[in-house]
């Protein structure tokens, strides 16, 4: 007999209660003549039996057996179903989240101490419910060791390391041409061979597919799970292109910055990085130009909408498969439905700027970091690598994604999952740091030859150098914080481009789910220790950093597209507590019709609102905000196709219309048609007919061309955006 074995005392399991960080509580064994009783009571508390095979048929006979006798075994009546326990203590956490949120959406007179309170309320009650192992999050897919003797193709990598270093010469006239782009993909090439480890997977999957090709006949088969496919992809589709050339209708002047930039592509100059404007990354711009020519759209807003459409929709995608990797098929399909539909996902896209490729490349990057680490699989970092690469070309703020990244990899080298692991996460992680630095190169280049100008529009916000920090820089740290942690809740600031100012940065029942999730990984992991919890945890408020740190700019702070990364893990939260909170039903009511139901109401409860949002609420406002320069240039064609005239004139006035954006609603080449009064004189030099368009105070052009011009004549435009849009038009006619 061995005396160190003992079952555990009252005593020690009240301890063990007490003591969450230590473990899991124990389980009191049953008595010895209770085991098989027990083991019955599990499996049929487990196994809810289907109400059609618990109640016979009256109208079918009894089975009988091979001579013609009843199958006394098949006769026996079915077990009783399990009794309905009713979740409350979840019913309860969800039902005073969503009052809580319901008293903190925008009003005259909204107050945070109410729904302050209530959310406590309601973290309590999910605590208890968490406690009691009725509302849980989904458990990540089990660890699995891909077999890998580190080996490395040495003369690959040394070519690659030579065709780098001649390609980062190379780059060093700010452009690319074809030899350094040769350089650069050579060099990339050989890296990837030079790490790839052949036959973990990617060619048993080459291998079906090729098979199934070849196959002559094809079974098409579709399952509930296919349904549900077609559903999400045109609910989304709905969302991301409805009335895309209307929402939102006018373009501002970064628009007219970035057709510039475009138009410099299209015209043969292919910059590394573009100076305009602070400086910008060149993704974007090499993307609208190619939709320019594929489509057929020229330079124009809807240029530049297509090609964050298709981005877009490439997110949505990743989430899905994202979700997928933390938890299960079901967070992936919600958290490609939150991505596809949300408010703020979506007007990050239609605004068309820059913005939505932040989290287009997070989510791609940690989808294959995270697999890596959990597959032990060296493939999926070089994959995160050449997201991240791909990253660092598209939008500032994703500047922030390699020490996410770090972040990632120190928690699992700290905790117990990694175990057996930890040399060999390291050597993977070089690999993608080396894959990463290789994509980047270009940009890396023009870092090395112009600092200042690579770095200005990220330290301009972080440090003084366009005005003085307005108070400590820690106290200013502080505040950001928290400001971006609640503005799931209250409000997501104040730009009108890309957000409702003054309301939360999610709906209500999204915004209820992620704070209900962020508790949930929190508690889990202070139970069981999970590094992936304490990340996703972590990941929103580093995501968001690129916000957070305006400490110059606190009043920028927070603002939906240097925060967008963060909608990668934000909606994954949320779907794993929805995720959860089904399970709950499913389980306390034995019936995953009344979860899908309830799941189904929810889910059209979040797509009404955020359509609202977006096609009400913020094209109504966006309208009022932007200035009509596709009205001016609609009555600019009129004029010049009534008249064949191309003597269209715009007078500036202070805090107007951009006159650049007026030809490109229509894709014509940039030309700028403003004039000052300093100019009019030179208008007379040609003798056809005239047409000047005047901001409706600006008396003293008007007088001006009263004067020149007192043949002419004057006429208000009436704006169907409202009194404040409308503007004069002052025609003169062709002299004799």
Known sequence: MNTDQHEPTVLDYVKSLLTPWKGPPLQIPPAPGDTALSQAEEELSTTPVPLAESIPSQEEPALQDSEGEPDSTLSEPAPPRPPIKVPWASLAAFALGAIAQLALQPRPDRSWIAGAILYWMAGTWLIWATWKEEWTAAPPPPAEETPDTLSIHTPALVASLALGAAAFLAFGGGLFTPLNLALWLLALIFAIGAFWLAGTGSGATSGKLRQRLANPAWNLRISRQALL???????????????????PPEMTSDHAEKLMDVDDVLRGQYSIFFPRNTGREP???YLTAAVARVFGTGLSFLSLKIGTLLGGLVLVCYMYLLGKEVANRRVGFLAAFFTGVGYWPVVITRVALRFSLYPLFVAPTLYYLLR??????????ILAGLFLGLGLHGYTPARILPFVILTAIGLYLLHRQSKGQRLKTVIMLAMLVVISLLVFLPLLRYAQQNPESFAFRAFSRLGDWERALPASAAVIFLQNLWNAMVMFAWDNGTVWTVSIPGRPALDL???????????????RYIRQRHWLDAFLVLSVPLLMLPSILSLA?????PVLNRTSGALVPVFLIAALALDGFLRALENGFHSPRLAW????VLLAWIGLQNYDLVFNQYQKQYSEASWNTSEMDHVLQNFSDLT???????????????????????????????????????????????????????QASLDALRSRYPQGWMQVYQSKYGENKNFNMYFVPPQQ
């Open 229 to 247: 496919v077609l559903a999400l992809a045109g609910v989304v589709l709905f969302f991301r292109s409805y009335r895309l050339a209307e929402v």
């Open 283 to 285: 993704l974007q711009f």
């Open 372 to 381: 890596g680490i959990r597959r032990s699989n060296r493939n999926d970092f």
């Open 509 to 523: 029942i999204s915004a209820v789910l992620f704070y209900l999730g962020l508790l949930l990984l929190v508690v």
């Open 553 to 557: 700019f606190p009043e920028e702070n």
């Open 597 to 600: 139901g309830i799941a189904a």
């Open 644 to 698: 064949g005239s191309q003597e269209v004139y715009i007078f500036s006035y202070p805090y107007w219309v951009d006159t650049r954006l007026v030809m490109l609603n229509s894709g014509a080449p940039l030309r700028d048609y403003a004039v000052g009064l300093d100019q009019l004189p030179a208008t007379a030099d040609n003798p056809g007919a005239k047409l000047f368009l005047l901001n409706i105070q600006d």
